[in-house]
């Protein structure tokens, strides 16, 4: 006899899963980016990613979920930070206002203005962003904070590949990373996934959160909180450094 439940998780636990979850990744990707369409490239970027989590979480395994997001988000960020470094003048056409950021990204790193687009000189925009993570999350079941998350790490990649490309020295390569950015970006995951299983699972109890999944609401909080604590020194640090 079969358990219903049991064969509904069962397909998220499938590697075959995982694997398209993958390719995917790299297709929705690597092809919106090549062909410079900064509006396909989020918007399918984002139906994906969300599809895929969505299936995890209506089946009660939040643990795919996550694992759903483990893959697909580190994929998305090598695929087009090494796609910028090999095609930096096409990439451009794929981020609005791409020529603009990367001038603004090298004047940050070689040149020690304020960080692009961060917390410092935009925090209304981070605002936005999280209320968008948290309560569009909610809302949509992970669609608009999966719209926001995605755009960010387009963003950290492009930003990373410009500057790669840009070093003169390959050692210095772990100077260009946005730690602070992939912090935050690693707690906003966690928090889609919360936010997105109340409307997946009509589960709306607060105290079955607090319960179930403490660990990764704190663990995503302190991920975003640290981030944002970073960014308040660290681009400034790494500016400072002999090497850059």
């Known amino acids: 006899m079969h358990d219903p439940m049991t064969d509904n998780i069962s397909i998220t636990r499938d590697p075959i899963y995982y694997f398209t979850v993958g390719f995917f990744a790299l297709l929705t990707t690597a092809l919106p980016a090549l062909m410079g369409q900064p509006r396909f490239l989020p918007i399918i970027q984002t139906l994906a990613l969300t599809i895929f989590v969505a299936v995890a979480i209506h089946r009660h395994n939040v643990r795919g979920a996550l694992k759903v997001m483990a893959l697909w988000l580190p994929i998305q960020f090598i695929v087009l930070t090494l796609l910028t470094v090999a095609f930096g003048q096409r990439l451009e056409a794929a981020f609005a206002n791409g020529f603009l950021y990367r001038g603004a990204i090298t004047a940050w790193f070689f040149a020690g203005t304020l960080f692009p687009a961060g917390l410092v000189s935009e925090p209304l925009t981070y605002l936005i962003e999280v209320t ?7 809302a949509t079941a992970g669609l608009v904070g999966t719209w926001f998350l995605v755009r960010l790490v387009n ?3 492009y930003g ?6 840009a070093l ?15 912090l935050r ?11 997105a299983e109340p409307l997946l699972t009509s589960t709306w109890s607060p105290g079955y959160y607090w319960q179930q ?13 640290l981030g944002l604590v970073l960014e308040l020194f660290l681009p400034g640090i790494v500016t400072r450094t002999p090497a850059a």
Do not use: D, K
Not at 168 to 182: A, C, H, R
Not at 186 to 194: D, E, F, M, Q
């Open 132 to 138: 968008g993570i948290l309560l569009g999350s909610l």
């Open 155 to 157: 963003q950290a990649a």
């Open 213 to 225: 999944h403490r660990r990764l609401l704190l663990i995503s909080v302190t991920l975003v909180l």
């Open 185 to 195: 970006a690693a707690g906003y995951a966690g928090l889609i996934v919360l936010c």
């Open 168 to 182: 003169e020295n390959p050692g210095q390569s772990f100077l260009v990373l946005p730690y602070w950015t992939l």
């Open 160 to 165: 990373t590949g410009i500057l790669l490309a």
